[in-house]
């Protein structure tokens, strides 16, 4: 991972004005677009990679909707009793479901389209042109996850083709072109080249030896997405990526460096932001997830939560002693009925305590979010690991697909996402002028909990599955979408919440912006009749086929 410092945010606050926008029409016919003799394209890129990183309004507006409110709950990473956090009670708010899909087609989508399209034709930067194709996979790769059917193939053309209604490209066909997309360029990146992206490559400095990386270790993410629906295009395909030359340890790790600024940033992380932000206490560690690393003495724990007396002083760092770790269940609410909190099984009152369903004093020994790791402004975001790498690899190998002891990969991808809380300090010192305080996981406690949790054959699909399942907490898309294909961990739904618009099950998917109705009708429309249910959280992505 080569981490650099992120470029002064003046020199893109003009990139980002279009952000608050929603509608295709209004985004593409900007009559005071840049263009190639006013823009340096670079910055375009910077910013591309910054707002997918998820604070696109600098107040984490698509990380706290879909990646907390939805995503964390759903998973069962977080739980929370707050009305307006949908997730862990299936119920539906529309602009939450479609923040993610509003943003970056908004600004980050029509900016990779833009450097893709002006570097092209220029052979001197040949390299910049490749490193941005394959960023533009990975973009699309999240969205049509989250989505299904998407604008794809037409995507951010309305300034250079004036195509202000792209259609919805079918998913099937979104994949088969990423996986040549990724081939392909990555076979075109040439380390004899010229560097002509450096520090504007906020994640790699321009390095096309970890860029090729990235590429075939994406490759070998969206083959294993195939496995049920696909399975021979999956294994052809792992077994390509394989053969490239993927991620081998985490210094190969793809990430975002945020900085420790101020709430109004958009170089913050935004999950950070809302965990210990403008939201600290809406959100507690689930009973599931701190049940299962209880479970298995899982060193992870401290480093995941912490017991706060008070979540609203940010100051308040809270005990992570492993013993008194407390999840929240899901799916429970403070509204005094049947589902209110304090009729969890687990609500932590004491016995013949005149206080003991008073909200302020006893919610509060639920764990929250530890925040010298994961709550913090300039929490680095990982958008792909050499952990979640090697786990893919261990499937892989299990399945026969690729070469390998998939116990030696299952191993290495255990280590590396424990060793990867090293990795977040030294990032969280080198840019806050708070510096974490936290040490690495020592390397024998690594060894102790694999000895105690060896890789089993019997069980090797749930515990390969499990573990991406661990190491992608907080990064709820893609911890979403590998849970889908593979149904690991197994998660038991919360009860029939009232109001909930799936009939008690876990979604499947997010729904489409609204604003899409009227805008892009037509190509709306068909995407929406071409899934069974239609525009709905329960309809399936065309990969999801899993029971």
């Known amino acids: 991972m080569k981490s650099k410092n992120i470029i002064i945010v003046i020199l893109l606050a003009g990139l980002f004005a279009p952000a608050c926008k929603k509608n295709f029409i209004a985004i593409n016919t900007d009559p005071e677009h840049l263009d190639s003799a006013t823009i340096n394209?670079?910055?375009?890129?910077?910013?591309?990679?910054?707002?997918?990183?998820?604070?696109?309004?600098?107040?984490?507006?698509?990380?706290?909707?879909?990646?907390?409110?939805?995503?964390?709950?759903?998973?069962?990473?977080?739980?929370?009793?707050?009305?307006?956090?949908?997730?862990?009670?299936?119920?539906?708010?529309a602009g939450y479901n479609s923040a993610y899909w509003e943003q970056n087609y908004t600004s980050p989508v029509q900016n990779i389209t833009e450097v893709i399209y002006h570097t092209k034709t220029d052979t001197g930067l040949t390299n910049f042109y490749n490193i941005a194709r394959i960023f533009r996979v990975f973009m699309f790769q999240r969205i049509t996850d989250m989505y299904g059917d998407c604008p794809y193939s037409e995507a951010g053309l309305g300034f250079i083709t004036k195509n202000v209604t792209p259609v919805y490209d079918k998913q099937q066909d979104i994949y088969t072109n990423m996986f040549s997309e990724l081939q392909d360029a990555a076979s075109k990146l040439n380390a004899g080249e010229p560097n002509t992206v450096g520090a504007a490559d906020v994640v790699f400095g321009g390095d096309v030896g970890e860029w090729k990386k990235f590429a075939y270790s994406e490759m070998l993410r969206l083959a294993m997405r195939l496995v049920n629906v696909d399975p021979a295009t999956a294994q052809s395909m792992a077994s390509a990526a394989v053969s490239g030359g993927v991620m081998t340890s985490i210094s190969d790790n793809a990430v975002y460096t945020h900085q420790d600024f101020t709430q109004g940033q958009v170089t913050v992380d935004g999950t950070g932001l809302v965990l210990d932000g403008v939201d600290a206490d809406a959100s507690r560690v689930s009973e599931f997830f701190i049940n299962m690393l209880k479970s298995t003495s899982d060193p992870r724990l401290t480093y995941i939560a912490t017991v706060a007396s008070d979540p609203t002083d940010l100051s308040n760092l809270g005990d992570t002693t492993s013993a008194i770790q407390l999840g929240q269940p899901n799916g429970y609410d403070n509204n005094g009925g049947a589902t209110d909190i304090r009729n969890a099984p687990n609500w932590p009152k004491i016995p013949?305590?005149?206080?003991?369903?008073?909200?302020?004093?006893?919610?509060?020994?639920?764990?929250?979010?530890?925040?010298?790791?994961?709550?913090r402004l300039d929490a680095p975001t990982f958008f792909l690991t050499y952990a979640e790498t090697a786990l893919?690899?261990?499937?892989?190998?299990?399945?026969?697909?690729?070469?390998?002891?998939?116990?030696?990969?299952?191993?290495?991808?255990?280590?590396?996402?424990?060793?990867?809380?090293?990795?977040?300090s030294s990032l969280e010192s080198a840019t806050s002028a708070t510096p974490a305080t936290y040490p690495p996981i020592p390397a024998g406690a690594i060894a102790a909990y694999l000895a105690a949790n060896p890789y089993s054959s019997g069980t090797a699909l749930e515990q390969i599955n499990t573990q991406y399942w661990i190491t992608t907490f907080l990064d709820e898309y893609e911890a979403f979408a590998n849970w889908r294909r593979s149904g690991f961990p197994t998660l038991t739904p919360v009860n029939n919440y009232i109001g909930n618009v799936t009939n008690g099950t876990i979604p499947r998917r997010f729904t489409y912006s609204v604003s899409e109705q009227t805008a892009n009708a037509v190509n709306y429309q068909a995407a929406a009749s071409r899934m069974t249910g239609g525009d709905k959280m329960t309809s399936r992505v065309w990969w999801d086929v899993a029971p």
């Not at 977080?78 to 009305?83: D, I, K």
């Not at 002891?405 to 809380?421: H, K, L, N, R, S």
């Open 352 to 375: 013949n305590d005149p206080n003991s369903d008073s909200l302020t004093v006893y919610q509060n020994r639920y764990s929250i979010v530890n925040r010298n790791t994961y709550a």
């Open 41 to 93: 394209y670079k910055y375009l890129f910077t910013a591309a990679e910054l707002i997918t990183s998820g604070n696109s309004d600098a107040n984490a507006y698509e990380d706290w909707r879909n990646n907390l409110i939805y995503g964390s709950t759903m998973l069962q990473h977080l739980s929370s009793t707050q009305s307006y956090w949908n997730g862990d009670k299936y119920t539906y708010n």
């Open 392 to 424: 893919l690899e261990a499937e892989a190998a299990y399945r026969g697909w690729i070469s390998g002891d998939p116990a030696t990969f299952y191993t290495a991808g255990v280590t590396a996402a424990m060793d990867q809380f090293g990795q977040m």
